[in-house]
T-cell receptor, first 113, second 108 residues
Framework: DGGITQSPKYLFRKEGQNVTLSCEQN?????MYWYRQDPGQGLRLIYY???????QKGDIAEGYSVSREKKESFPLTVTSAQKNPTAFYLC????????????FGSGTRLTVV | SQQGEEDPQALSIQEGENATMNCSYK?????LQWYRQNSGRGLVHLIL?????REKHSGRLRVTLDTSKKSSSLLITASRAADTASYFC????????FGTGTSLTVIP
């Protein structure tokens, strides 16, 4: 079955550490996205990529980095520069811009300890 | 800045009743989408309505769009306990924005 896989489901990080969240899709979608969800604030866009080897900053990119070396993969690194990284992170993909819905992964909950 | 805002923030109804959620947005859009999120899970795409459409149906879901008022509504008919979730609208214009969601509780 086609879909998006995020791993791990839960992640604990010590302050000062970088961590990488995995996102893999087998839907042959061109576009991929990373969102952060905090209680009561909806989803906020961190980074997005519309094509391999290209990505753009979203509304809250500071303290995060991404890469898009393969169409199927769009990993997100939460760096030590991110001041408040504890949140629920969601990866999504779509065939492209336009009249398409997004397919979401099941999310990674990151907690800084 | 967030584009869509849902109303109400929370809604509690009895099983079998209809649930209506509203979404308002600020700028012109190409389409508006509704998503469902069960607690601790990813979002699931429910329905997309284009800017030149006024109403769309999918099973027990009915979505309306009024571009003159910059608003949309999602109606879930004959609700079930399994409909308990958060519902988000998302607007596609120059960018794609999600609202803050409506938390729906359906009481068996």
């Amino acid at each position: 079955d086609g879909g998006i896989t995020q791993s791990p489901k839960y992640l604990f990080r010590k302050e000062g550490q970088n961590v990488t969240l995995s996102c893999e899709q087998n839907l042959n979608h061109d576009a991929m996205y990373w969102y952060r969800q905090d209680p009561g604030q909806g989803l906020r866009l961190i980074y997005y990529s519309q094509i391999v080897n290209d990505f753009q900053k979203g509304d809250i990119a500071e303290g995060y980095s991404v890469s898009r070396e393969k169409k199927e993969s769009f990993p997100l690194t939460v760096t030590s520069a991110q001041k408040n990284p504890t949140a629920f992170y969601l990866c999504a993909s779509s065939p492209g811009e336009g009249n398409y819905g997004y397919t979401f992964g099941s999310g990674t909950r990151l907690t800084v300890v | 800045s967030q584009q869509g805002e849902e109303d109400p923030q929370a809604l509690s109804i009895q099983e079998g009743e209809n649930a209506t959620m509203n979404c308002s947005y600020k700028t012109s859009i190409n389409n508006l989408q509704w998503y469902r999120q069960n607690s601790g899970r990813g979002l699931v795409h429910l329905i997309l309505i284009r800017s030149n459409e006024r109403e769309k149906h999918s099973g027990r879901l009915r979505v309306t769009l009024d571009t003159s008022k910059k608003s949309s509504s999602l109606l879930i008919t004959a609700s079930r306990a399994a409909d308990t979730a958060s519902y988000f609208c998302a607007t596609r214009g120059n960018q794609f924005y999600f609202g803050t969601g409506t938390s729906l509780t359906v009481i068996p």
